[in-house]
């Protein structure tokens, strides 16, 4: 079993950063597969970033792409989502997740966190 606890959101203003952190226990988790989604409200879950277990594989949705980057210290049991420039649109509720596929269908993964709200003004 694995528990992820994601840590980090709040309220920035548009063009500003902030890096949010998921905390994994449990078991070590070095060989799963994680990523990030975010949920805003009346919408879908969508897609964010994914990555291997050893990192030698990302993905990024078009919308974040060259403004997000995943990461993992597997030392620390710990996912980071690095977000620039930030924008009114990317207010949502992020939550992490680990499974075994590289996929970008929710229902692929297996573990989730319970999310963090990140909310952009303009």
């Known amino acids: 079993q694995l528990q992820l606890v994601e840590s980090g959101g709040g309220l920035v203003q548009a063009g500003g950063s902030l890096r949010l952190s998921c905390v994994a226990s449990g078991r070590t988790f070095s060989s799963d597969v994680m990523a990030w989604f975010r949920q805003a409200p009346g919408k879908e879950r969508e897609f964010v970033a994914t990555?291997?277990?050893?990192?030698?594989?990302?993905n990024y949705a078009d919308s974040v792409k060259g403004r997000f980057t995943i990461s993992r210290d597997n030392a620390k049991n710990t996912v980071y989502l690095q977000m620039n420039s930030l924008k009114p649109e990317d207010t949502a509720v992020y939550s992490c997740?680990?499974?075994?596929?590289?996929?970008?269908?929710?229902?692929?993964?297996?573990?989730w966190g319970q999310g963090t709200q990140v909310t952009v003004s303009s």
């Open positions: 990555f291997s277990w050893n990192g030698g594989y990302t």
């Open positions: 997740a680990a499974g075994n596929t590289i996929t970008r269908t929710p229902t692929g993964y297996i573990y």
